[in-house]
């Protein structure tokens, strides 16, 4: 079973890291089965947010008598230290813990230092001291904050998206953590969907230029957790087969796209933009049947709506201009009808 040593946190974690955030769109019961399952099949870290509405709850009722043998970590999108520490009381409450491993900062539009006068980083430093957390992590989708933080040496991990769709900048920032002992942990592994070969995945991920990169992946169904949990016996490895997949998807995977992370959420004029801005991709990468339902040609037909407001490429982590895709994938899907 292959281990990843997250930098200088010292946390030893399985290469399988259990991504929390889809155990929201599951039962209590569903989503306590699978993370025991993950558990007592050798996955050992299990990562989760105070954003993913009960992803926290249902973490704490399946591990509140193993706690010990796991690793976890959460995340807030506090403003302000006051509000940080009410997140992170809250998040100890849902996850039935007195300590959290790793406490992240979520994707903040900057990089949270001391004195900056938000009092963010003075909390995360006051919990630390209390023994409520136990390391200081960030994550982000931006290129410059990512690497102002890599560079502030203030935090020990740093969460950020990678995959084999990885652009040359993606790379630079995880060689920057290899070289500063700062824990990788790459998030969309399968690039929010877009990637449907997990054994691919998977083998990039497991390159030894990538033995410092805990991937986490986003589990829903247990025969999504089955695939990964049969990837620690039997790692698939990174074949000619593979390497032209990858070569292949790159090709079509290139430029502006969106990645789905829906940090451009929620839409005033509620269109589901961190799916209708990518439709024309799913619609070619999954099976078409699932997107022209009747319910995505409403979910669609709101791209009618558009206010052009401009909110939406404002909060964009990849700069992206979202009304143009918008229109460009609502096009695109009525050839599909």
């Known amino acids: 079973m292959d281990k990843v040593v997250l930098g200088k946190t010292g946390l030893e974690v399985n290469k399988n890291g259990f991504g929390a955030l889809p155990i929201q769109r599951v039962t209590k019961k569903e989503a306590v089965y699978l993370l025991q399952k993950a558990f007592y099949n050798g996955i050992n870290y299990f990562d989760t947010a105070r954003a993913y509405s009960d992803s926290e709850e249902k973490m704490g009722a399946a591990f509140e008598y193993t706690r010990d043998k796991i690793i976890i970590s959460t995340k807030s999108q506090a403003q302000n230290g006051e509000e940080m520490r009410r997140h992170l009381e809250e998040s100890l409450k849902n996850l039935r813990t007195d300590y959290i491993d790793i406490y992240q900062f979520h994707n903040p539009a900057f990089c949270p230092k001391p004195g900056d006068g938000t009092g963010l980083y003075e909390a995360a430093l006051k919990a630390k001291e209390e023994g409520k957390i136990r390391h200081i992590g960030i994550t982000n989708h931006r290129i410059a904050v990512a690497k102002e933080a890599i560079e502030s040496g203030l935090y020990e991990t740093m969460q950020f998206p990678f995959s084999y769709l990885a652009a040359e900048q993606d790379l630079e920032i995880v060689e920057m953590c290899r070289k500063e002992n700062m824990g990788f942990i790459a998030m969309k592994g399968l ?10 995945a998977y083998a990039y991920m497991n390159q030894p230029q990538f033995s410092h990169v805990a991937p986490i992946w986003g589990i829903q169904r247990e025969t999504e957790l089955d695939e990964f949990l049969s990837y620690q016996d039997c790692p698939p490895e990174l074949t000619g087969k593979l390497q032209d997949k990858i070569a292949k998807d790159k090709e079509q995977l290139t430029g502006d796209f969106c990645r789905g992370c829906g940090y451009c959420m929620p ?7 961190n799916n209708c801005a990518r439709m024309s991709l799913m619609l070619r990468r999954a099976p078409s049947e699932a997107w022209l339902t009747e319910e995505w040609q409403e979910k669609m037909k709101k791209i009618e709506g558009c206010l052009h407001c401009g909110q939406c490429m404002k909060k964009c982590p990849y700069g992206l201009n979202t009304p143009e895709l918008l229109v460009k994938n609502y096009e695109d899907y009525k050839t599909f009808l």
Do not use: F, R, T, Y
């Open 191 to 200: 690039a929010g969907g877009l990637i449907n070969d997990s054994a691919c």
């Open 267 to 273: 839409c005033p004029a509620e269109i589901e933009i």
